[in-house]
């Protein structure tokens, strides 16, 4: 395909095939550079910013299932970037919660992250970016609220705002 064929291309194939590359790239870099893959990064990004958290919450932070959670969980755990603990007062409950290496290497990715540097010459104009955020957070929370929601007709939050469908 080529960049021509492109231009005239729908908004969601853009998206997809941006979204397809980033994650590619991002991928890549995290592997060699930190030895973990986007789902560790976003699980350790999870506890980072909420700290200890059940299985549940961490799988509904990360956007994924808690089936799918537990394998996560299981290789950061393996790496030594996470823990489970056992609650004190109901000792079926378990907490996740980062090890002193984990904090250690969200500390080095926090760092990246929070640089928030450009990646585009449009996303460096604030007046460009603000749109875009608008327009992804709004994608997100549609996506991931979508009961019932086609791909034609887009979920419309009461408020979009909240955070919440």
Excluded at 42 to 57: C, K, N, P, S
Aim: hydrophobic residues 40%.
């Amino acid at each position: 395909m080529s960049w021509d064929e492109l231009d005239d291309a729908p908004l969601g194939r853009l998206l997809s095939i941006a979204g397809h590359l980033a994650t590619q790239r991002w991928s890549r870099y995290l592997a060699e550079q930190h030895g973990l893959t986007v789902a560790g990064m976003a699980a350790l990004v999870a506890l980072h910013r909420h700290g200890e958290l059940t299985h549940r919450a961490l799988a509904d932070h990360c956007f994924v299932r808690p089936a799918t959670a537990t394998g996560i969980i299981d290789t950061l755990e393996r790496d030594g970037l996470v823990e489970r603990r056992r609650s004190d007062t109901d000792r079926r409950t378990i907490r996740l919660a980062l090890t002193p290496a984990g904090v250690d290497r969200m500390a080095t990715i926090a760092r990246l992250i929070g640089t928030n540097a450009p990646l585009t010459s449009v996303d460096a104009d604030p007046a460009q970016a603000a749109v875009i955020r608008r327009f992804l957070l709004e994608l997100i929370q549609t996506m991931s609220c979508g009961e019932g929601t086609t791909l034609n007709q887009p979920h419309r939050p009461a408020d979009p705002g909240s955070g919440r469908c």
